[in-house]
């Protein structure tokens, strides 16, 4: 994933959602932010907004503790390699997903000894 950015959807302008904080806003208990970003089919992503990898988003979902909450379908189409995901969970979660706003994200596979292990990079 690269060219993480804040995405804003006309939803968030709803009555229902109450900013609490730059790109991070709420309904009840949930927090939730929206991102968009680029997929990298050279380090084995998908290369199309419809078809979003399921690595690296899985492993960041388990780093960060949230959960995706909207696909954004009307966004996220075949002829597009921009992705729109919206993330919810705890506000300390989900301000800590928004660290990887404007990094790199990316699994590696790494070797010790016959065992490979893969490993989710943030830089």
Do not use: W
């Not at 309904?27 to 690595?55: K, M, R, W």
């Not at 960060?64 to 506000?91: I, M, P, R």
């Not at 016959?114 to 990079?121: A, C, S, T, Y």
């Amino acid at each position: 994933m690269k060219n993480i950015k804040d995405f804003y959807p006309d939803k968030y302008c709803s009555g229902d959602y109450e900013q609490v904080d730059n790109g991070i806003f709420k309904v009840e208990d949930t927090y939730y932010t929206s991102l968009s970003f680029e997929q990298e089919p050279e380090l084995g992503e998908n290369d199309n907004a419809g078809d979003i990898s399921q690595y690296p988003l899985e492993d960041i979902l388990k780093e960060f503790g949230v959960f995706v909450q909207d696909f954004y379908d009307d966004y996220n189409l075949l002829d597009s390699n921009t992705c729109h995901l919206e993330f919810a969970g705890g506000l300390e979660n989900i301000r800590g997903l928004r660290s990887i706003i404007g990094k790199h994200v990316y699994n590696k596979s790494e070797f010790v000894g016959p065992q490979e292990f893969i490993r989710l990079v943030i830089e």
